[in-house]
């Protein structure tokens, strides 16, 4: 539950596709983030409700992969706040927040290349014990039957678009309630594409929180219920999916059309 | 275009497997250990093996940290010096010991209680020493960790020179050094057993912890990549402490058997020994922790075949020739890196 009773008024009211939209489970409030001096989030507002599938749109450099890491706790805002299921999470450091239910699939895969497989998988349950944990393992090579293949294999020589299903089948392992996924389809071929984009609505279906970045916003519109344009640090955009695809200046600007 | 199903992948020929468990270092190191056997003969080679033994045992400490936090710990040496002795303390005012235990069941529990105290002791130096040393450097530019390590060393070698001062000092040896049994017809010192037996039972212990438990996954995963580690819900600061911790206890056995083995101690103890033991992980493959315990053994052999053959003064001469001919030929150590790889 949000319980926080701010609206913020630039923002749509969610319509779901699946209709599945709750309580707003991810809250961005003016949030501002550094490198150093480099202030690279300047004033992000924004909000993901449970079920949904939000989108991050914007050219290099705008700054989605920063707000991915403010959410995870990987980098924490100067000023702006960053609210999880109704708590404060804005300083909360990374390896905590995912034991809460924030699972983040970061940009360029960053597999464990000198553990096996199966040890990867281990790694994305490490906040989790218990026999359930096997259940996961079958799930995702459900999902990924390359990877049940792989099992025993280091990381590191696997190719790039199964470094790209471990990446994800990891982040799933800690069975998330809100799930990150930085540039998912990124080198991958377009039938691997095709797949990973299924996997993410299956992923969704199955109860999961997406906050999705990709460069790829042609796909990422038609998944998501609802997306934000990102540009130097702040949005410049927010609205339906649907209405983001129909948009003109989305469609110049980040859909390749003249 | 064709169909994605699985390729028909051919079952790994018994050559390919053998060559995957990549055998040939561990395989030249007994060959010239074998050849040295017949140099040295017998009692210097058990000579080698014990004094390699300690060496492994300490540069398992340099290796680990060197694997998670790419640090130098130069401070290393020096914990193994004060290792030896918190040994002797325990030995002499806990225990009461002054020289060979005779009733093997005592000589066990004292010994027991022995590594206990002084590993844990040592372990709670080594994550302290990492607590308030190197922690708050961990964005600083690499030289600044390396230099505190130097000042950490400093600290540590005046600390126990204002308590025991600057002249070697007698150690209890529990073990009666002058025991012997026959094994082959070769008479092998009891204590030279026991040093290589507990030396290679840590090693086991150490790498079944790295290989197969959580902890040491996580070990792992944090030397391999260090945000991603985070985002699996591993405790940096924690992960890294605890394998301080274990190098540093390592580097108090190390320090137990030291003293046992040759019954003497002295402040300075820990820059000769930390440097050679420094050495072997660098030969070994820094970051790789079988690659330290190989290194260890090596520098053992070098150092006590230099000695053999007349050459005393040119053993550390030895050791680091042997260092820069392995360097050349294979850049990244005997084993290379293996604790993370970074990506
Ligand atoms: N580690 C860093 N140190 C300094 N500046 C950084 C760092 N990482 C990102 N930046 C800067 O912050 C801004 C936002 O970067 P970010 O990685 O969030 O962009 P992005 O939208 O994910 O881009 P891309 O689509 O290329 O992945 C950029 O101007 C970038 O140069
Ligand atoms: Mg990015």
Known sequence: MSGQGVTTTTQPSSTSGNGAAGDVVLELRDVHTYYGKIHALQGITLEVREGEIVTLIGSNGAGKTTTLKTISGLLHPRAGTVHFRGRDVSHTPAHKLVRDGISHAPEGRRIFSRLTVMENLQMGAYTRTGREIDENVEHVFSLFPRLAERSGQKGGTLSGGEQQMLAIGRALMARPKVLLLDEPSLGLSPILIQQIFGIIREINAQGTTVLLVEQNAQQALEVADRGYVLQTGRVILADTAANLAANPDVRRAYLGEI | ?343
């Open chain 2, 1 to 343: 275009m064709t169909t994605t199903t699985t390729v028909l992948s051919a079952r790994p020929s018994f050559v390919e497997t053998f060559q995957r468990l990549r055998l040939g270092p561990y395989l030249f190191v007994l060959g010239v250990a074998a050849i040295d056997y017949v140099v040295i003969g017998p009692n210097q080679f058990v000579n080698a093996l014990t004094i390699g033994a300690i060496y492994a045992l300490v540069a398992l400490g340099y290796t680990m940290v060197y694997g998670i936090i790419e640090l130098i710990n130069f401070a290393h040496g020096d914990v193994f010096m004060v290792g030896a002795f918190t040994s002797m303390f325990v030995l002499t005012q806990a225990l009461g010991q002054d020289g060979p235990i005779d009733s093997p069941g005592m000589l066990a529990v004292v010994l027991f209680i022995n590594f206990t105290i002084t590993m844990i002791a040592l372990g709670i130096l080594g994550a302290a020493i990492e607590r308030f040393a190197y922690r708050p450097l961990r964005h600083a530019p690499r030289l600044a960790p390396l230099i505190t390590a130097i000042g950490v060393s400093f600290i540590l070698q005046n600390i126990i020179q204002i308590i025991y001062g600057p002249s070697p000092i007698n150690t209890p040896q529990v073990i009666d050094p002058a025991a012997r049994v026959e094994i082959g017809g070769v008479s092998i010192g009891v204590v030279n057993i026991f040093t290589i037996v507990t030396a290679v039972l840590l090693m086991i212990a150490l790498q079944m912890l790295v290989s197969r438990t959580k902890i040491g996954r996580a070990m792992r995963s944090t030397a391999s990549d260090r945000d991603a580690a985070q985002l699996m819900g591993v405790d940096i600061n924690r992960t890294i402490a605890i394998t301080f911790f274990i190098g540093s206890a390592l580097a108090g056995a190390a320090g137990v058997v030291q003293g046992l083995y040759f019954g003497n101690i002295q402040f300075t103890l820990g820059f000769q020994a930390g440097l050679k033991a420094f050495t072997a992980a660098v030969l070994g493959g820094i970051g790789n922790i079988t690659g330290a315990a190989l290194g260890g053994f090596v520098i053992g052999f070098v150092e006590v075949t230099a000695g053999a053959l007349g050459f005393f003064v040119w053993g550390q001469a030895a050791v680091f020739a042997v260092l820069i001919i392995t360097l050349v030929f294979r850049p990244s150590g005997l084993l290379g890196q293996q604790l993370g790889e970074r990506t």
